[in-house]
């Protein structure tokens, strides 16, 4: 049974950081790439980065470039978002994606507040 289980939300003031975590169970996470998706209130779901199966080439909205990297350790089966220099506008719940089978992890609420 595949199951993807984010943490390492919370709140934050502006300009701070927060590592979120996904680990994967019930496929072979090496071999697919893994996103990162955020949801705001009243806003659709967003894709925020993508990384590759050997995690060799990552993508990420425009926005976040720059501040945030998305990492894997294939050992793990767990993919990473550092989150740096967060903003007003960066909070959101975020998820961790498998788009191979279109699954979702529960999603960690990140909030940045002073």
């Known amino acids: 049974q595949v199951q993807l289980v984010e943490s390492g939300g919370g709140l934050v003031q502006p300009g701070g950081s927060l590592r979120l975590t996904c680990v994967a169970s019930g496929f072979t996470f090496s071999k697919y790439l893994m996103r990162w998706y955020r949801q705001a209130p009243g806003k659709e779901r967003e894709m925020v980065a993508a990384i590759s199966s050997n995690g060799e080439h990552t993508s990420y909205k425009d926005s976040v470039k720059d501040r945030f990297t998305i990492s894997r350790d294939n050992v793990q089966n767990t993919t990473y978002l550092q989150m740096n220099s967060l903003k007003y506008e960066d909070t959101a719940v975020y998820y961790c994606?498998?788009?191979?089978?279109?699954?979702w992890g529960q999603g960690t609420q990140v909030t940045v507040s002073s």
């Open positions: 994606h498998w788009p191979n089978l279109d699954r």
